[in-house]
């Protein structure tokens, strides 16, 4: 019965393990986007969407 029981914690600690890997490459992954300035401004970007574009106005051309 123990060897059964064994065999079941070893998933535990493969899925540990791995977790523990994923968080580490997501950690890795956010630290590098801060320092090429991902996050540096995050306001902005939200805001833009609130201001109309300016209009360009076409003059007609006479052949």
Same mark, same amino acid.
């Given at each position: 019965? /123990?060897?059964?029981? $064994?065999?079941?914690? +070893?998933v535990? /600690? @493969?899925? @540990?393990? @791995?977790?523990? @890997?994923? !968080?580490?490459?997501?950690?890795? !992954?956010?630290?590098? +986007?801060? &320092?090429?300035?991902?996050?540096?401004?995050?306001y902005?970007? +939200? =805001? $833009?969407?609130l201001?109309?574009?300016?209009l =360009?106005?076409e003059? &007609? &051309?006479?052949n």
């Open positions: 019965m /123990y060897q059964i029981i $064994r065999q079941d914690m +070893s535990i /600690y @493969l899925l @540990l393990t @791995l977790s523990i @890997l994923v !968080a580490i490459v997501f950690f890795i !992954a956010f630290i590098y +986007s801060v &320092k090429k300035g991902q996050y540096d401004d995050s902005t970007p +939200s =805001v $833009r969407i201001f109309d574009d300016e =360009v106005k003059t &007609k &051309k006479i």
